[in-house]
């Protein structure tokens, strides 16, 4: 797969495989220290082999405004905006309004492409960002209410944290919301679920243990 698609904000780009520009957009994410999650991005925690495709979208000047892949967790279960990320050049002085603008259509591109995947299930997850308070977070509630706003048919998932990959650490579960198709429901995914108050419990005690070393 290699395909560039123009669009309002630049052009995307949909790829399935090593390459050189990859690097050099992996380079400018690294140089990023104000990225909690930096570690993330790194050519051990992201592989393009790991992924179905990967999709970056840029801008007219050829800069990288946002990235993300999609890995199959069945044949018929996949994540979305895996390894999701917004370049700096679209943050701060852009200012928050046209920070969403850009994630907006980098969402909206990629989503044309992603759903000619034919997965029956898609979800987007993310961590909980504290333990201050157990339930789904202010921010996690604005997310899931813009992508709503997309298309009526993602849910979001408000039982628990779901367990997105292998482990027990508190960062294995995350918030999701999710789109089905083909009668397909969470429960034939049957995923791992960890409670709210379960989870903060979690992250209180794995911050302890660092705090302790």
Not at 50 to 76: C, R, S, W
Request: hydrophobic share 35%; glycine share 4%; aromatic share 16%.
């Amino acid at each position: 797969m290699n395909k560039k698609i123009e669009n309002d904000a630049g052009y995307l780009w949909v790829f399935d495989y090593d390459n050189e520009e990859f690097e050099r957009v992996r380079t400018l994410c690294l140089t990023d220290t104000n990225n909690k999650l930096r570690e993330n991005y790194t050519k051990e925690k992201l592989k393009i082999s790991d992924h179905v495709l990967f999709l970056i979208q840029y801008n007219h000047n050829n800069e990288p405004i946002a990235m993300g892949g999609v890995k199959e967790y069945t044949a018929d279960v996949c994540r979305i905006c895996n390894r999701w990320y917004l370049f700096p050049n679209s943050r701060g002085v852009w200012g928050k309004k046209a920070e969403l603008m850009m994630a907006i259509q980098f969402l909206l591109s990629s989503f044309k492409e992603i759903y000619k995947l034919k997965y029956k299930f898609y979800f987007i997850s993310m961590q909980q960002r504290n333990s201050k308070k157990a339930g789904r977070q202010l921010w996690w509630k604005a997310f899931t209410t813009m992508i709503h706003s997309l298309n009526k048919r993602w849910k979001s998932y408000d039982n628990g944290l779901v367990q997105v990959h292998e482990g027990n650490l508190a960062s294995c579960y995350q918030n999701i919301i999710y789109m089905s198709y083909k009668e397909f429901q969470f429960e034939d995914w049957n995923p791992k679920v960890m409670s709210y108050d379960e989870h903060a419990l979690r992250m209180n005690y794995e911050a302890s243990l660092r705090n302790t070393t």
